[in-house]
């Protein structure tokens, strides 16, 4: 994994903009705390706050493109709102460019933007680790990182009510995943 990252690392550098490369830094950064606190293995959260955003900054023809070329089905509203493709062209993109075949890792990238029913302990990671990293600075967001120290699902549960709340502001169509995650921790939160 080690000899690899710098492989990634100058990807990322050549096919994201400074910013978003800076962000991906942030994000893994981040996700290495979270895994700190809540036990789990500081590499792998590394390596998935490194590259959930890989093709973030790929054009909308070339995404189009490597959806045909992956065989990806997009439902209507993934079609409707292309800030969904990142996710799911990053997943697939790892696996098939990159070999990266570690489950975990691989539905954590794909989940990352809108969350899911019964997130993974890394799903929960990366999904925080974005939403509070060194770059975010939206209002609220310093409640969240408290949150996000304090406990997984209490933190994501936030996360999820700012989104839908967010998404409903801007008439936006709210994904069955991101709507699946929030019923799941209303359902089942401890
Ligand atoms: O890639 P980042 O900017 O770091 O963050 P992200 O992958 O969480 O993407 C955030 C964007 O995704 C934001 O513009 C809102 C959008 N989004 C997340 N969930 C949904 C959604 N958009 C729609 N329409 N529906 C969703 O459920
Ligand atoms: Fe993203
Ligand atoms: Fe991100």
Redesign the pocket.
Known sequence: MKNNLNAYIEYLQNNLDKKRFK?SLN?AEESVKLAEKYGYNKDKAYLCGLL??IC?NESKENMLQMFKEFGIILDD?QKS?Y??W??ILGAKFITEKFGIDDVEIVEAIRY???GRANMTKLDKILYLA??ISADRDFEGVEKLREFAYFNLDVAILECFKF?IN??CSMN????I??LEGYNFLIFNRK
Do not use: G, M, R, W
Not at 172 to 175: E, F, S, V
């Open positions: 962000h994000v959930h955003d973030k509203i709102q800030k969904l990142h996710a990352h933007t809108t974005d939403f989104s967010e998404l936006k169509p709210i994904h995943d991101t």
